[in-house]
Every structure is written in C-alpha cells, then in structure tokens.
C-alpha cells in the first residue's frame, strides 16, 4: 500500500503585526515589571494548554449520544487503540465514526478538502492552483457515482458511520474538535465544519490510489529522455527486471489464457520520439500535497505456511511503505459484534484510515490479510490533437465533454473553472503557468494540421468502482473462497493481497482493475487520436495471477515482480527490481535452516538494514587506488562493514554518501533521472561489470578514475556533514525522520510549526532496503518515506500477535498518544496485539460507555 499528504505552505500575512514593547514607563519597578511578565506568561500558558487540551477526547465514563439502539463499550489501551463492541453494525459503525471523529477529525476534514478540490476554502489563494487540479480528475465527482453503486447493506456500514461522526460533532465544533481550528480561525475567521457523508468516506480511496499509482512519472522521464537520448541508452537507464537474480511473487500463474493484446514492441519503437514535458509539472501540483509515488513508496509482506514455522500455523508480516506524515495515515482498531451472528458478523481487528469504516488490513477470527503496493501500470497519458472545442478521434472531430465548477476562495473572490476531457478523460495540461506546451515535433503517427496539443489523463481510479464495498468482505471473509470474492471488488488501488487461515493455508492473489491495452504497452504517452491505442477492456478477475499453498512453504511480496514474461497479459515495465524481495527470502530461508520461524524472528526480517548497493561498491572498491590518504581511510571503513545500514554506523553513512555521491556523478549531468534507487541499484552494478561503457566515460572516465574521484568527493561532503573524525560520522542523524504536520507544519511560523511538528529522529534503514526508510538521491538523505505500520499476526494464537504504526493513534498535538509509539517505531519494536474478549479487557486502560440518549 501506501498514502501520506506531503505538507503545504500556510502563509499568514493578513496577521496583526506584533504589538512594540515599551521602553520607557515611568514609575513601574523591576520586581513589578518580572512580576508583571510572570502573571502574563501563566496566564498565556494556562490559556495554550486549555485551548490545546480542550479537544482532547473523553476516554471513560459514559456519553449519550442519539441514534444508537443499544449501550456500546469503547475500550482502549495504553496506546489508545480502540476496541469497539456493539449489538449491531449500525452500533458497531457509529461508534467507529464517532471514535474517528474523537481522534482525527481535523484530518479527517483536511483530507475531504483535499480529495474535492476545496482547500481554497480553508487556506485561501495559496491553495487554488491544486484545487484546480484535483477538481480537473474529479475524485469526488467519482466517489458520488460510487455511493449508488452500494447495495443497501453496505451504504447503511458508511451512513452509520457518518451518523456517528456527525453526532461528535454536535458536540464538539471549532477548537472543540481539534485545536487545528482554532489556528484556522487566525486566517480564516467563521469557519463551519459540514457534517459528514457517505461521499466524503469514498473520495479518501481516491486519493489513497493516486498516492499508490504507477508508472505516471517514468513515463515522464522516459518521453523526455527521448528527446536527448537513444533508445539503447534509455534502455541502459530502464532496463527489465533481473528475472535471472531476483524473485517474482507467482512463478508460474495458476491461471491464464492467450492474450488479445500485443506485445506492445512495436508501439514503443512508434511512441518512443513523442517529445513531451508537461505531466511532471501536471502531476506536481496534486503531488506537493498528497506525495509523489517515489522512492520508497511500496511495501513488504510475506507469509509463511506452517511447515515453516514453530507453532505448525502461518505468520503473516505486512510492512507498507508510504510518505512520511503526522500523524500516521493509519489508525488501530478492533470491531467486535457482541455476538457474532449473520446479521452482524464482524469480528476484526487491524489498521484503519480516519474518514473511513471497517479495518483495512488486519484479521479476524479466521483469516489474516496484508497489503503491498502492485506496481501495475493504471494511468496512461494520451497526447491529443485538439481544434477549438473538438478533438480527433480517428480522422474525425469530435466535441470535447465541457464543464464548468466554482472555486470558492478563503478572502477571496469565487473562481470558474472549466475542465475539458476526452474519451480517455480529462485534460490536465495548462492547469498552471509554469507548464510548458507540448513539444510540435515530428509525432509518429501524424496528429492533424492546424491542432493544439494536450495531455489527458486515463486512470483506472476515475471510473467507479466497488473498493468501498470490498473492505467489508475482507473484514467478514472466513477462507479461500471468501477472500477471493472480496478481492474481487478491490479494483484501486491495485495492490498485491497475502492470506493466512487458521486451518493452516497460505496464498496470494491480484485484485485490481487492470487494462488490457491495444497498440501500446502504456510506456511512453499514446497519440490519442488513434483508437488503436485505447484500452481494450481490463484482464478478467479469474485470470490475474494467484496462488495457494505454494511448496517453498513462503510467499514474498515486495512490489517486485508478480509474473515472468510468459504471463500472456501485459501489466508494467516498472516493477521494483527485486532486491527487498530477495533479502526476505534469503533470510527466511536462512531461519528455516537453523530451525523454525516465530514471530520474534518475523520481527528480526523486518529490522533488516543490509544496503545491498553499499555491499557492491565496498567489492567494487577493493582495487580502486586512492591518492587521497584520509579518503582511502574512509573506503577502508567499507572493508570490515557487514553492510547493515545501522543507525550508528559509521562506515552506513559513508556508504550512503559514497552512493549519491556516485549515481550523481554518472547521471544527473547527463540528465537522467535518479528517481527510484531500486532501478539505479541494477544499472550501477551493470555499469561496474562494464569499465569501457560510455556512462564512464561522459562522467570523466574510465571507471577507476570515476570511482576514486567520487571517493573522495563523498569524504569531503561527510567532512562538511559530520566532521573529521569518523568515529563520530553515523548514518542515524544524517538520515533522520522528520514528523511534519500536512498542514500547519509549514506554515512559516515556527511557534505554530512548533504545535504540530516533532522530530528529527534518528533512524536506519535505507532505500531498497528491508527496513525501507526511504531517500531522495541528489537532494537529501533525510527520510522521507517510510514503513507506516508494522504487523506480525500469529495464526495459531491471535493474542501473539504484534502491531506499531509510525506516531500515535491520536491527532491531536500534545495528546499522549499523538506520538507514543514513534520512538518504538524507529528501533523496529512492535506492542502486543490483544483479540480475544479476555486479552483486550486485560489490556484496557480506559472503557467509554456510548448510551442512547433518552
């Protein structure tokens, strides 16, 4: 999986400018002058604390609240993961919502804002060009569709959701729910929380898929590089997966048939000289504030039958990795029917998203699922050939789909905005000034004469779907067959999903809605005037790749590939290359060896730092010569390193630095993207078999040369980072974790920033690394994406079970548990996880009575 909101930039410049001190007041001592400041602090003091601790939820005794049928118990830990028991769903979902709305509204609010393209309602102008275009994709206009595609039963799980939200928030409104507002009120004065929908719930999926998409950004780089480069160089630069070295997730698919698609070959030789650049700006003004799908972004689970293991049952481990936030994107919850019936089946326990129902990744009594990001490729970028308000489709003009939406703006004057699309969906390009026209060069294919260029956008996301039903299956599936049927509904984001059963099986399966494409293969953008090049129809459901009980007794999923190349459905170039995937296999391989595995060694798999580019170049290194003695010691440091990328290791961070330092070196003069480590991993370690090549030669070959030289730059940048002394060098604080409000945390004002904001931690781990604390080459090695959560479920014994997720459970700044669970985070330490009726009365800390009111 994966979704983090990146933090936007909150100016305040219509605040009052700050009162002058006096410097003369005639009469007042000094005793009377510090007395005076004292008072004055407390007083400000007292007022913070009651401003900040006002919204702070209550947590025992017993609130009435309309609309419930029956009393419902909300029990919680130290830690504050709710545990909710009910008579009925609509109980049992109200109380979700309103234990949501007690924890998180404030980004439960933000986030509707955001996937409706309205933040220009809370944050003013600064906000309008996103807004644009996100109201341009229409995410809500699609979740709305998708209310009334609900059968009856689901849409009352969303609406007793919302009813529960909505009934917090009548008691609670402005600063009262979140101290964010009273902030809020500083710019933007007479503000009103809406109450919650069914909608708002389904648009947050939206945004979970385009924070998960794929493949958008290297096709950007790749039509760019096309312009400059050959297509053999391209090729060096995104080479195919290394099937030879590193593991795919179905060996052989257990169900397939001959493909109506092409091989897409012939269609990238055609689209391979489109010169396009406007996406990376298009896609910039959604990605500053809901996150890239860079480097990191992905996720690790596996699972292993119990052949494997100590108990004689399966363990599942599930990591995902997304964009660093604060809070965490998750929330921990437990759903227990009080009697577990037909009429109310749920008994499920895991991590949720705040804004929605029902537990996303988790168990129940029966089965264990886990979630990795599938890698697919879902977008498509078409280049269109437009004339006035028409565009080509096969030779003829055809008018666009035009319509109109009002922007309303915080201090500001109403905005019209019109958003065109085409039949593969909306335009995206001249969304903002600084995005440039598409190139009028010579187009294979041959686009009309006297037609403009723009770019539409197809994505699976923005047709509706069924995700918003499938998470209740998952929540009440009870084996194989019931899994499959929930996945089935799970089409965006596309995800790889592992099982686990207490009879003991294991398996894997595909969901998703997954185009089968005509003449391209979706690489590079398509002309969109030739039909040749639409989707054809998605890959039926009984033909995705899935697997059961497989003999190696494990399955491994870590966004590396799902299938060979004799898999007859295309389904990406850009898979992650492999090399997280291998190091878990290795070491599950190397625990079975010495004996069966547990949850404690579970555990030791996700702790796992080993840097395995950093192992390459200290071999690369050993017959490299270098004049420069405090250099050589430095490379000397890689001689003795086990190539754990620990947060206090010396030769890790050297190591790290030594990598930049290198793949900047080789690319970015060139101008090649240095975008994910994973595929730079393969190419360096290609290019260091490979002393003639040419990428050697433009770095100021030959390699040894090459290679010395970054030697010592990468010495002079740790000299400047760390000091002299390499004693004192450690990869943990240059590679540090920042905790950054999505909202507030930038806002320029640092007592505000204060609020909201914590951090730096010091962390380990790396990018491409098991323990997947992710960075961004040539800019900073601080981390930026990270493993949002952690599980370990125990199939044999629930209660076993082991779960962390990267702040707190709590949206609320200063609240105990906004950011108790941080510090565990970093070090790889997991609570225990309680499930039976026995454990979770015996974990409680706080029980909170819901009551109909009279």
């Known amino acids: 999986m994966t979704t983090q909101t990146s933090p936007i930039d909150i100016s305040f410049d219509d605040a009052p400018p700050r009162r002058r001190s006096v410097g003369r007041i005639i009469g007042i001592s000094v005793f009377g002058l510090i007395a005076g400041i004292v008072v004055l602090a407390l007083v400000a003091a007292g007022f913070v604390a009651w401003t900040v601790q006002r919204s702070f939820p209550t947590l025992d005794g017993t609130v009435q609240t309309p609309g419930l049928n029956a009393q419902i118990e909300v029990m919680r830990t130290e830690q504050g993961a709710a545990t909710i028991v009910a008579n009925t769903t609509g109980d049992l979902f109200f109380a979700q919502g309103y234990v949501h709305a007690q924890d998180r509204f404030w980004e439960m609010d933000f986030r509707r804002h955001v996937t409706s393209g309205r933040l220009s309602e809370l944050f003013g102008e600064s906000q309008l060009e996103t807004d644009m275009f996100l109201r341009t994709l229409g995410w809500r206009a699609v979740a709305e569709q998708e209310v009334e595609l609900l059968d009856d039963t689901v849409r009352g799980y969303y609406q007793a959701y919302a009813d529960g939200v909505n009934a917090y928030l009548a008691e609670h409104r402005g600063a009262e729910a979140s101290l964010e507002y009273a902030i809020l009120d500083l710019q933007n004065p007479g503000y009103e929380i809406e109450p919650w929908t069914v909608a708002d719930s389904l648009a947050w999926l939206k945004a979970m898929a385009w924070d998960l998409r794929e493949n958008i950004e290297a096709e950007t780089e790749r039509a760019l590089l096309a312009q400059e480069h050959t297509p053999e160089q391209i090729a060096e630069l995104y080479p195919a997966y290394p099937y030879d070295r590193n593991p795919t997730i179905v060996p052989v698919p257990t169900t397939a048939r001959a493909a109506s698609a092409g091989s897409g070959e012939d269609a990238g030789v055609r689209t391979a000289s489109i010169a396009w650049t406007e996406v990376g700006s298009v896609v910039e003004a959604a990605s500053t504030l809901l996150g890239g799908a860079g480097e990191g972004i992905g996720s690790n689970s596996w699972v292993v039958s119990g052949d494997l293991t100590e108990s004689g049952l399966p363990l599942l481990a599930n990591d995902p990795h997304l964009g660093a936030s604060m809070p965490s994107i998750w929330h921990q919850v437990d759903l227990k029917c009080r009697v577990v019936t037909e009429t109310c089946p749920f008994d499920v326990a895991g991590f949720g998203f705040s804004g929605v129902p029902g537990v996303i990744i988790g168990h129940n009594a ?112 009870k084996d194989w067959e019931g899994f499959q049927a929930a996945a089935a509904l799970f089409d965006v984001p596309a995800q790889n999903l592992i099982y686990a059963d207490t009879a003991g099986n294991i398996g894997y399966q595909t969901p998703g809605k997954l185009p089968i494409r005509g003449a391209g293969d979706g690489s590079l953008p398509q002309p969109g005037w030739d039909s040749a090049y639409d989707w054809t129809g998605f890959i039926p459901f009984e033909e995705l790749p899935s697997v059961t009980n497989p003999s190696q007794g494990y399955i491994v999923t870590a966004n590396n590939a799902v299938v060979g190349a004799e898999y007859p459905y295309f389904l990406t170039n850009d898979w992650d290359y492999g090399w997280r995937a291998a190091r878990i296999a290795t070491l599950i391989q190397r625990q079975v060896a010495t004996g069966k595995l547990t949850a404690e060694g579970m555990q030791e798999i996700q702790a796992d730092k080993e840097f395995w580019m950093g192992l390459q170049l200290a071999a690369a290194y ?233």
């Open 366 to 477: 029966h089965i264990a699922w886990g979630f990795t990001n599938l890698t697919t490729d879902v977008v498509d970028l078409y280049i269109e050939a437009v004339q006035g308000d028409q565009y080509w489709r096969d030779g003829v003009l055809v008018p666009l789909e035009i319509r109109h939406e009002t922007i309303s703006v915080a201090g500001g004057d109403d905005v019209d905005l019109e958003i065109r699309s085409t039949v593969h969906g909306p335009i995206v390009s001249g969304l903002t000034d600084d995005f440039t026209a598409v190139a009028d060069g010579d187009i294979p294919g041959g686009a009309p004469e006297g037609s403009e260029y723009a770019v539409a956008l197809q994505w699976t996301a923005l047709q509706p779907g069924t995700t918003g039903a499938s998470i209740f299956a998952l929540d009440v599936a």
């Open 622 to 854: 050993k017959d490299v010569p270098i004049a420069d003695e405090k250099a050589a010691a430095a490379v000397q440091l890689l001689r003795a390193w086990d190539g754990q990328n620990d947060a206090d290791s010396p030769a890790a961070a050297y190591a790290n630095v030594l990598w930049d330092t290198l793949a900047v070196r080789l690319f970015a003069d060139a101008g090649a993207p240095l975008t994910s480590q994973s595929r730079l991993f393969l190419v360096v370690d290609t290019l260091l078999d490979d002393p003639d090549s040419p990428w050697w030669q433009a770095a100021g070959g030959p390699r040894d040369a090459v290679l010395a030289d970054v030697a010592v730059d990468a010495y002079a940048r740790m000299v400047e980072l760390q000091g002299e002394n390499t004693r004192n060098w450690n990869w943990g604080s240059l590679h540090a974790l920042r905790l950054t409000s999505s909202t507030f945390g930038s806002s320029g004002i640092a007592p505000i920033e204060w609020l909201f904001n914590r951090g730096p931690f010091p962390v380990g781990g790396g990018s491409s690394v098991v323990d997947a604390t992710g960075w961004v080459v040539g800019e900073s090695f601080e981390t930026v994406t990270v493993p949002s959560m952690r599980m370990i479920v125990d199939l044999s014994d629930f209660d076993l079970s082991l779960w962390n997720h990267l702040t707190g459970n709590s949206g609320h700044a200063f609240h105990p548990n906004y950011v108790d669970q941080a510090e565990d985070w970093a070090h790889v330490r997991l609570s225990p996880w309680p499930f039976s009726r026995a454990a979770v009365k015996a974990a409680a800390a706080h029980t909170l009575v819901l009551a109909p009111a009279d």
